[in-house]
């Protein structure tokens, strides 16, 4: 397998995970849009997290900003598979950006509020692996 | 072909998943209801009624329930609908009607009230039938849970567990459970359509749904003889 060849399955492997990541931030952005109470499946910490006012970032809600930045790396995937180079090098800044705001938000979770949301948590995981797939992509100069 | 490929690709998922925020936010119906604290009579703050739907509408059910009592659970999203399809003719009323055999009946009855001195007592309303097979058996986290969906109603905490316990949330628990009372109400849920009480037959969807077609009639042709 060439290098070209293996760094294009990581960005179409990254554009699907950022996909479900897209979809787990636009369903939190609806809820916290629309004023519905979601349905938390019986967890009263993920209702204390969603709750909570670190859900909210001056009034905005942390999953629309969320759905904006997985919609970001999935375009930016998606072109970068296609061979788009100038695709590839936003996409480091948003995933690590993203990596930062999941270690304050699971922090948040974990010593501050002492409870744990499963939506938060999952987007968490694809974060990490948004992460993991981007620094296992081979440099240019590997070729 | 090729290099148009993932702008369709991009342009695809952000009509299908990124707007749906957007629309949902815009084209979200205006819900038919108006705020619990709305007082129908002023003589006394008990006194004042919860009040789905078009407060000014002809036909009035009206709802004793617990909100402990898997009944009146399956019930409310059912009279929620009703009322949707009546609009602007049906409204709902709700009342207190906490039955002893149940643990946290008058406790959830004071969450519900306390979210509606905040303005949010439907919101609180559906989310406890919703929740209701979680909280009423979380043991001793009931309590918990409904300071954790007042949290995620935006209701201020500390005056919503004030609140909770305050002679004002008492009171109109007591108001509700009066007027049961007095108009016989013996279980939950018990249901008057213009102030007419349903018969233990009507008790279903269809009957429900038949009483208040008639009524609703009733109404019509009563104002176009007028």
Redesign the interface.
């Known amino acids: 397998m060439t290098v070209a060849r293996f760094r294009t399955i990581l960005y179409i492997v990254a554009a699907i995970v950022a996909?479900a990541g897209?979809?787990d931030a636009?369903y939190l952005?609806?809820q916290a849009?629309?004023?519905e109470?979601?349905?938390c499946g019986?967890s009263?910490?993920c209702?204390?997290v969603?709750?909570?006012s670190y859900a909210k970032v001056g009034g905005i809600p942390v999953a629309?900003l969320g759905?904006?930045a997985y919609?970001s790396v999935?375009?930016l995937a998606?072109?970068a598979?296609?061979g788009?180079a100038r695709a590839r090098t936003p996409l480091i800044p948003i995933i690590g950006a993203m990596f930062l705001a999941t270690l304050w938000f699971l922090y948040v979770q974990a010593f501050v509020l002492h409870a744990y949301c499963r939506y938060c948590l999952f987007s968490a995981a694809i974060t990490f692996l948004l992460a993991g797939l981007v620094i296992a992509v081979p440099s240019s100069h590997e070729e | 072909m090729k290099c148009y490929l993932p702008f369709v690709i991009v342009g695809v998922a952000a009509s299908t998943v990124l707007t749906r925020p957007l629309l949902c936010q815009t084209m979200q119906p205006q819900r038919p209801t108006i705020s619990g604290d709305e007082p129908v009579s002023a003589r006394h703050p008990a006194e004042s009624v919860h009040i789905r739907g078009n407060p000014a509408a002809a036909v009035t059910l009206e709802e004793f329930g617990d909100f402990e009592c898997p009944s009146c659970a399956n019930l409310a999203p059912f009279l929620d609908q009703v009322i949707k399809e009546y609009h602007p003719r049906a409204r709902l009323i709700f009342r207190n009607f906490p039955l002893s055999m149940h643990q946290y009946a008058r406790d959830v009855a004071q969450a519900a009230e306390a979210a509606g001195l905040q303005g949010r007592y439907w919101e609180m309303h559906d989310v406890l039938y919703r929740e209701q097979p979680v909280w009423s058996s979380s043991g001793n986290n009931a309590r918990r849970l409904f300071i954790s969906y007042a949290e995620t109603l935006g209701l201020d905490l500390d005056r919503f567990q004030k609140d909770m316990q305050s002679d004002k949330v008492r009171e109109r628990i007591e108001s509700d459970q009066a007027r049961a009372k007095s108009l016989g109400v013996k279980t939950a849920p018990w249901l008057f359509i213009d102030k007419r009480e349903m018969g233990p037959n009507d008790r279903n969807p269809e009957g429900v749904r038949r009483l208040v077609d008639e009524a609703v009639k009733a109404e019509s042709s009563t104002s176009e003889k007028k």
């Open positions: 996909l897209l979809a636009t952005a609806v849009l629309t004023g109470t979601l349905s019986g009263p910490d209702f204390r969603l709750g909570s629309l759905a904006l919609f999935f375009s998606t072109f598979a296609f788009y």
